[in-house]
């Protein structure tokens, strides 16, 4: 029987199969994590022993069972283990293939909304960066004349002419410009490079840059940051672009340290570098049995309300002077490695959550 039942533990979503009196026949994958039980304890229950509300599970099973309808659905709380949270899940019943058998499928309510709110996001950005990636073009042409004429009328005021600073200001502002054209279109440039990357090392070589930029800028302040490592070393190797998961990697922690000025001046600003293997992850429509997630999360203020929908969208930026770019081009690189970045914000703690999948 449970052979029958294999394809469902290929969905996020939790499924029971059960009888018309809610005897459990079968507990995919997803039912089995976020119950915290094993599939043989959950076939020793009744489906009605995880709800915190049974009646609506009881009347939706004897609606389908004598064919009122041929699918109920009903808003549920499921009751986990002690000291876990009940989980919010939004529940269809209907027929299964065997006579017998009724078909439970439980959708988190909040994975539910995660997942509808990431899609649009990502159809947002989608849109976006082509916007972006087309306009950077037709800006670059004419940057070259503009300095190149800039550059011909310096020689013909001379160097004793008092216009030359005007013409220095072109051509200034001219390469400024030029730079933010080439970060806009750095990711579609070169092919990938790919090789095996172990994400501790990424990590430890951005450890290294941040803290040498840090000392840098903040010479009176060089213990202000503190940087700790949290590392599951459990982690494997995956096939990725290594420079490239530097480059996200470092714009999410330069983020950070950006956010953390004030905390770095009392002497009370920490970044997490923290990594885990996640289970059973969808990302984007696509589910992957295992991925790892790299989370950078800092004691700063938070995210302004305001941007949070709109964080990782280009020339969006919550700081005086921030082009809008780093986290931009993070979330670009982790797209190209079939991945994505998160953010959950509070004042007090941020956490930006990069997750790729593993093989």
Request: glycine share 6%; hydrophobic share 40%.
């Amino acid at each position: 029987m449970s052979e029958r039942f294999a394809a469902f533990d290929q969905l996020t979503t939790l499924i029971l199969v059960v009888q018309p009196d809610g005897a459990v026949l079968h507990a995919n994958a997803a039912f089995e994590t976020q119950m915290r039980l094993s599939r043989r304890t959950a076939k020793q229950h009744m489906a009605f022993d995880w709800f915190a509300d049974p009646a609506p599970l009881a009347e939706a099973l004897s609606s389908v069972h004598r064919r009122k309808v041929d699918v109920s659905r009903f808003e549920a709380r499921l009751v986990r283990p002690p000291h876990e949270e009940a989980l919010e899940v939004w529940v269809s019943v209907s027929l299964g293939e065997g006579e017998y058998e009724r078909l439970v499928e439980m959708i988190e309510a909040t994975a539910q909304a995660r997942q509808e709110r990431e899609e649009r996001s990502a159809d947002q950005l989608r849109s976006s960066k082509d916007l972006i990636r087309n306009l950077a073009h037709e800006i670059k042409n004419p940057l070259g004349g503009l300095r190149g004429a800039a550059q011909l009328l310096a020689l013909e005021l001379g160097p004793q002419s008092n216009l030359l600073e005007y013409t220095e200001v072109i051509v200034g502002e001219a390469d400024r410009l030029q730079s933010l054209v080439d970060r806009l279109l750095a990711p579609h440039r070169h092919a990938p490079q790919v090789s095996d990357v172990n994400i501790h090392e990424v990590c430890e070589r951005v450890r290294s840059l941040l803290l040498i930029e840090h000392q840098n800028q903040h010479p009176g302040h060089a213990g202000g940051l503190r940087v700790r490592r949290d590392y599951d070393i459990s982690l494997p190797d995956f096939r990725g672009d290594r420079e490239q998961l530097i480059q996200a990697v470092l714009n999410l922690v330069q983020n950070a340290a950006q956010a953390l000025a004030p905390q770095i001046e009392r002497g009370e600003a920490e970044i997490v570098l923290r990594t885990r293997v996640a289970r059973q992850v969808t990302i984007g429509k696509q589910r992957w049995r295992l991925a790892l997630e790299l989370h950078v999360e800092d004691n700063g203020p938070g995210v302004p309300a305001e941007i949070r929908d709109r964080l990782f969208f280009p020339l969006v930026s919550g700081r005086a002077g921030g082009t809008g770019l780093g986290l931009h081009l993070a979330q670009t690189i982790a797209q190209a490695h079939q991945g994505a970045i998160a953010c959950t914000s509070e004042p007090g703690h941020t956490d930006f959550v990069l997750t790729i999948p593993l093989p």
